[in-house]
Every structure is written in C-alpha cells, then in structure tokens.
C-alpha cells in the first residue's frame, strides 16, 4: 500500500496517508480518453443550424419558361445550385451528449489520480481552512505548495472562504469532491486535495473497484 504526504497550508509536512492499491494501482488510457471524450461531448453546445430550401428568403416564382431559352431548367431562385440558397443535408442543432457507463467513469476516475500519483502532482493538504477570503493571501498558499501552474482543488464540503478566494485566479478551479471528474484531473497540472476530501472519494472508488482474481478465488 502506497503513502502520500499530508501538508498544511504553510507547505509544512504534518502527517501521511495511506492510498489504497484498488484506487491509486492502474492507470488505464484508453478509458481515460473515452472518459475525457464524452465529458467535452456533453459540454458541446450543439446550436449550429443552417437553413434548408424551404426555409431561405425569396421567390417562388419560376425564373423562366421551361423550354426555348438555351438555359438549363430552373424552378426556384432558392434552390441549393443558387448563390443564397438552402443548404442540402446541413447540420442542424443537436445534443452531443451520450449515455457513458457509470462503471467505465469510476474506472477511469481512479486511473486519473493513478496518474496524478505516479507523475508526482497529486498533493493532499490537511484542509482548505482559510481565515478570510483573499486572493493574494491563497496565491501565496498555492506558492508554499510549490503550485506553479495551473490547479484543480477538490474540497469534501462547501467552503465560502476557499471560493472566494480560488475563484479569481487564473488557471484555478474549485470542484467538490463528489463532482470531480477525470477531465479536471487530466486538464490541470496540480491536483490539489484535502484529506477528508480525498478520504472520502478513495472510500467511494475502492468499495466500487473490481475484485481481483486472487480474491474472488
């Protein structure tokens, strides 16, 4: 079983923790990519639309006799062979998002912080309890942490202070523990956790892992 130190906000080391195999064991690509895949599908806005024959500005009169001209046959002005036409087969607007198995996301939830552990960004803080709500003061914080780019902080319970105070810094992202997706993990370069937090969410994803073999024999 894998330990991990525990910090405080100082950037002080005040304890360890101990990372359960079933979590922090495997990492998985190919479902961190479908994972990550349909977390931007969802997020699509899906509004573009063009318009079709029937639903473009202008006359329905025929252009010219169909016969004895020399000109090839015409019936519309808004035909699609027509400059400002409609559009044949355009898209039209559209939801992107698509069932992805509560299993799979689990799974590759804990190849996410897999990753995070074995690249050496994962920290894991005591708790994120500031005593007043301020930028400056919590940049200085992510600075002891060693955080020079970007970072996802995930905290257990709603935190006034803590949002506060992320909520302005560029490159931040404040998620709760009970939303926090592999796609925050993969996106930022810090993943920032507080003990309860990350407590709670190995209990969660180890009761939900799959049993090994030599268990199940």
Known sequence: MATIDVYNLSGAKVGSMDLADEV?????????????KHYRASG???THATKARWQVSGSGKKLWRQKGTGRARIGSIRSPLWRHGGTVHGPQPRSYDYTFPRKKLLGA??????AKLADGKLIVVEDF????AKTKAFRETLDNLKVEKTAVLVEGAENVNLE??????EGVELVR????HPYHLLRY??????KPALEKLQDSLK???PKRKAEVA
């Open 24 to 36: 922090f064991g495997a990492v998985n690509e190919d479902l961190l990519w479908e994972a990550v």
């Open 44 to 46: 699509r806005a899906g």
């Open 177 to 180: 523990g009970s939303e926090v």
């Open 164 to 169: 506060r105070s992320a909520r302005n810094l």
């Open 109 to 114: 939830l804990r190849s996410a912080l897999a």
């Open 189 to 194: 370069d810090r993943a920032i956790f507080s």
């Open 129 to 132: 309890e500031l005593k007043e």
């Open 207 to 209: 009761a939900t892992a």
